[in-house]
């Protein structure tokens, strides 16, 4: 079975740029999520998809950050404009029925300069 | 609101002694309770989840977890560490609603000393 595809895996930026990350799920996956890793903390959820619909989005800077998830499939997650502090690993994962068993991608390491 | 304290967040252990990584959780519900590894540049990998009955769950490569709700804590240990252990280990909580949504803690850094 194929996991979590993520792209791409490294991306250097600068301040005010914007950028585009890549997420395809496990196939029958409904559930998606966008979680943010800085150095040194535990990943914290950005976006969670159930489908193509937003089940979660509190956390999100709606200012700066979107989503969106095309046919309950791939998702995108943008920034626009970055800011150093979104300097972070960002892990996509996706989920079958069974509570909690969430599968990670290798994630997208952004570096704001 | 749930959350997850996890206590230190580097333990450094000798390859053949006992590993413990502890976590305390806090929640209004009954918990949903996980264990994640992330080896160096990977995603997370999940070791062993506990949500109904026996509070003693065993995970992969050897590692265990009890739940003790007197406590809030879901302690992961292995009897024997091994050099392949050495990784970051997140502890997490959900709650029973469904919403699949995880909390995690900060992280611990397991180092294992030959």
């Known amino acids: 079975e194929a996991g979590v595809a993520q792209s791409p895996r490294y991306k250097i930026i600068e301040k005010r740029q914007s950028v585009a990350f890549w997420c395809n799920p496990i196939?029958?996956?409904?559930?998606l999520y966008w979680y943010q890793q800085i150095l040194g903390q535990g990943p914290k959820l950005l976006i969670q998809?159930?489908?193509?619909?937003?089940?979660?989005d509190s956390q999100l800077p709606k200012d700066r950050f979107s989503a969106e998830r095309l046919k309950g499939v791939d998702s995108t997650l943008k920034i626009q404009p970055a800011k150093l502090e979104d300097s972070a690993v960002y892990l996509c994962?996706?989920?079958?029925?069974?509570?909690?068993?969430?599968?990670f991608g290798e994630g997208s390491r952004l570096t704001v300069l | 609101a749930q959350s997850v304290t996890q206590l230190g967040s580097h333990v450094s252990v000798s390859e053949g002694a006992l590993v413990l990584l502890r976590c305390n959780y806090s929640s209004s519900v009954p918990p949903y309770l996980f264990w994640y590894v992330q080896y160096p540049n990977q995603g997370l990998q999940l070791l062993l989840k506990y949500t109904t009955g026996a509070t003693l769950v065993k995970g992969i490569n050897g590692f265990e977890a009890e739940f003790k709700k007197s406590e809030t804590s879901f302690h992961l240990t292995k009897p024997s560490a091994h050099m392949s252990d050495a990784a970051e280990y997140f502890c997490?909580?959900?709650?029973?609603?469904?919403?699949?949504?995880?909390?995690f803690g900060q992280g611990t850094r397991l180092t294992i000393n030959p």
């Open positions: 997490a909580v959900s709650d029973l609603r469904g919403a699949q949504k995880l909390v």
């Open positions: 994962a996706s989920s079958p029925a069974r509570p909690g068993e969430l599968f």
């Open positions: 998809f159930q489908n193509n619909g937003v089940v979660d």
């Open positions: 196939s029958g996956h409904a559930t």
